[in-house]
């Protein structure tokens, strides 16, 4: 029986590690550059105006033409009003009145803090375009409205949180069209439409917001980190992947308020209506290759607009960092719902989440989200306290059982049957579970895939360092031990590339083994000896925090069963005494 148990522990853990090297990211690939960051973006996307049905009428996304010159040159090609806050610079471009040029200022492509600054949005006919807008189709095509190549005027100035800006348009024909962008500290604008009808009949309109992206991006090839087309709704979240879209199998989805956009990685782009307007949200492709355009966009509900009256529409438009914290507040300060589910924590949001805002506190307290994870480590073993102090104790009889174990074996002999029935007898005289040295660990497989995404999908883990050679938790250890940590000015093949903290979690690992009793079975006992490499090998290209997590963790559970040894054997003198 326990030869068996123990059999199924170590199959079930090396499929759970060989399987994540599939489900898992590579951990090799580097950190993302700005056009991967951007992941290309917005050709001239024009919506077509709705037909006699109207209501389900929705922007269609128009291909792009292969970019020709470099964004420095499409920049300069038109008129712009600046952006500048506190954490973007950029401009919105006068032509179309499109949000096409932004950079974030507090990211940088590499942990180098020289490096480029993460270009998140770029205008049509460069590499990587990235566009959004807000607008209005009209239910009648006749009605000219403002399209990609309309020239809005400018109030002046450039906008900040503090200096909202206003363009204007009119069409020549009655209608008026006053557009006020307001931006916020972080990655937030609003937007507010207002068309004034001058003319003597009445106008019908379905507001619109729309992101285009040129380009099918290259996402990670993992269950961890969705990234791609998403959506928010009351209703709960919505994602479809860029070859499921390209496919036309998205379909329309009938709802109130939400918002939807492109999510990469780190950086969310989306677009969001009136949180009590019904609208139509989509996702949409056209083109194929380097031109192929994929479009996220919502139509709202019918309004018409009397002579001599006028309307207004309010949407806002995320284009930034999807830090967690951040996205929870516009959740309540904008109403946007499930915001936070930009940030793919997994099938165990109700854990990981919680891990994150933890680890995020502790961090707050200390300064390093090193020594965080460090005092992470700490407060899950004390939860576990309980359970591990039962499997130690089980597993110190266990040990002291193995005398007698020898002796059932040579009585047994070859009768295999008869060995389990005897070994089972014993245990059960001695008060001995066989598996409760396994669940401690079995229970902590939730925790450590919840802290894999933490470190794996929020940005706040990004760049993140702790000591020494380790400058990005996020990343895997960048020394490997086969090289002598870089003494030999040689770079080893990527399955050798076992570093410094790797190489301590498989000190740390055998140091544990040599604590708990040694299996009887030769076999058995040379699988064990060899556990702590294997894994090694696996895990060792997992990002670095997770492998202090894991170093850390072994050092604590060596401590606590040292401890409990020790209480142990001060109970048995005084029971003696």
Not at 329 to 340: E, I, Q, R, V
Request: glycine fraction near 8%.
């Amino acid at each position: 029986m326990e030869q068996r148990n123990l059999v199924v522990f170590i199959v079930v853990a090396i499929a759970i590690l060989l399987g994540s090297q599939y489900l898992l990211p590579h951990p090799q690939r580097p950190v993302q550059t700005t056009q991967q960051a951007a992941q290309n973006s917005a050709a001239n996307v024009s919506p077509a105006a709705p037909s006699e049905s109207a209501g389900n009428q929705l922007p269609s996304a128009a291909a792009a033409a292969a970019a020709t010159e470099t964004r420095e040159q499409v920049l300069h090609e038109a008129t712009r009003v600046a952006i500048d806050t506190p954490r973007m610079t950029g401009s919105i471009n006068l032509k179309g009145a499109r949000f096409d040029d932004l950079t974030l200022k507090d990211y940088r492509e590499t942990i180098d803090p020289k490096s480029p600054a993460i270009v998140l949005l770029s205008p049509s006919g460069a590499p990587n375009a990235y566009r959004a807008t807000e607008g209005w189709v009209a239910k009648d095509p006749a009605v000219k409205l403002p399209t990609d190549d309309t020239v809005w005027q400018s109030s002046g100035g450039t906008l900040t949180p503090k200096t909202p800006v206003t363009l204007t348009w009119d069409n020549g024909a009655g209608l008026t069209f006053k557009r006020t962008i307001s931006v916020d500290e972080n990655f937030l604008f609003t937007v507010k439409d207002t068309v004034a009808n001058a003319g003597s009949t009445p106008v019908t309109l379905y507001p619109f917001g729309s992101v285009a992206r040129t380009g099918e991006p290259e996402v990670s090839s993992t269950w961890v980190s969705y990234e791609g087309p998403i959506g928010g709704y009351t209703s709960g979240s919505e994602e479809v992947g860029y070859k499921d879209v390209a496919a036309g199998k998205a379909q329309p989805k009938e709802t109130v308020g939400g918002w939807l956009g492109f999510s990469d990685k780190y950086w969310l782009t989306a677009v969001a209506p009136d949180q009590k307007m019904a609208i139509t949200a989509r996702f949409s492709h056209s083109g194929s290759g380097e031109a192929q355009t994929f479009q996220a966009d919502y139509l709202g509900a019918e309004v018409s607009v009397a002579p001599g009256a006028s309307i207004d529409n309010t949407g806002v438009l995320f284009a930034g960092a999807k830090e967690v914290k951040l996205l929870d507040a516009y959740t309540k300060s904008a109403g946007l719902p499930n915001f936070d589910r930009a940030v793919d924590f997994g099938w165990f949001y109700f854990l990981t989440k919680p891990i994150f805002y933890l680890l995020d506190w502790l961090y707050a307290q200390v300064g390093n989200f090193g020594i965080a994870i460090l005092m992470l480590t700490v407060v899950i073993k004390t939860l576990f306290f309980p359970l591990a102090n039962k499997a130690f104790k089980s597993m110190d009889k266990m040990k002291q059982l193995q005398p007698e174990m020898a002796k059932l074996k040579e009585q047994c002999g070859d009768d295999k049957v008869k060995l389990q029935q005897e070994t089972m007898a014993l245990y059960k005289r001695m008060g001995v579970n066989p598996v409760a040295g396994c669940l401690p660990m079995l229970l902590q497989i939730p925790v450590f895939f919840s802290l894999y995404k933490v470190l794996y999908v929020t940005i706040e883990m990004r760049h993140a360092p702790f000591f020494g050679w380790i400058q990005d938790l996020s990343a895997p250890d960048p020394t490997t031990l086969f090289n002598l940590f870089g003494l030999i000015p040689w770079t080893p093949p990527q399955f050798l590339m076992i570093g410094a903290w790797p190489a301590i979690y498989c000190l740390t690992m055998l140091l544990q083994q040599r604590m708990q009793p040694t299996p009887p079975d030769p076999t058995q006992a040379r699988m064990m000896q060899l556990m702590p490499f294997i894994f090694t090998f696996m895990l060792g290209k997992f990002p670095a925090g997770l492998m202090i997590y894991y170093s850390w963790n072994n050092i604590l559970t060596v401590g606590q069963q040292l401890l409990i040894r020790r209480r142990a054997a001060a109970s048995a003198i005084r029971a003696n005494a």
